[in-house]
């Protein structure tokens, strides 16, 4: 309970100690002793109150929450439970795993379910549908996305992969709730 109102108020252990979620080892034991010189006594009473400089911090973090980051990130097995939980929290408060810098979940459009509508039209084809469960709210088939979707909505962008295709995204929303995410893909020539 008191780790879901620290990750609410955006102090996890990562932000405690100014760190992204990909941070190293070395990464974290630097910014683990950064953070506890810059909230020592006597620098808090030299720097006028912030310990970091920032006078006007809304939450001061204290010693313990910093050792408290420290002692969970540091730990391999146990930072691999936080960030697991971390990821939860933030997806079922639509909030960014750290996916990406609009705050925007990415996911694959392999992770969507394919389903072909069949229409009795004749002189119609088939059209793919891809659905996807909303991991907020819960709803079933939420995303949806159509082969027109994919052809018509989807931006191209440089990806590093050595595939033949075309790497592109398009952002769709859930049909019950105010989640949305970045679905990417690639288009291959036929």
């Known amino acids: 309970m008191a780790e879901e109102v620290l990750m609410n108020l955006g102090t996890d252990h990562y932000s405690i100690l100014g760190l992204q979620m990909t941070a190293t080892t070395q990464e974290i034991k630097e910014a683990y002793r950064s953070k506890l010189l810059s909230t020592h006594p006597d620098k ?9 400089g920032n006078t006007h911090s809304k939450v001061p973090i204290t010693v313990l929450q910093i050792k408290t980051a420290y002692e969970v990130l540091s730990n391999p097995e146990n930072r691999l439970k936080y960030d697991d939980r971390l990821v939860e929290f933030r997806k079922l408060h639509g909030l960014s795993s750290g996916s990406s810098s609009d705050g925007l979940d990415i996911v694959s459009l392999d992770d969507f379910k394919q389903q072909v509508s069949d229409d009795d039209d004749d002189e119609s084809e088939e059209e793919c549908v891809w659905v996807k469960d909303c991991p ?8 949806v996305l159509t082969d027109h979707d994919l052809e018509t909505n989807g931006t191209a ?16 929303q859930c049909s019950s709730c105010s989640l949305w995410l970045r679905v990417k893909y690639y288009m291959f020539d036929d």
Not at 157 to 170: K, S
């Open 157 to 172: 962008y440089d990806d590093d992969q050595d595939l033949e295709g075309q790497a592109y995204e398009v952002v769709v």
């Open 136 to 143: 907020r709210c819960v709803s079933k088939e939420s995303f």
């Open 44 to 52: 808090l009473i030299l720097k006028g109150g912030g310990g970091d």
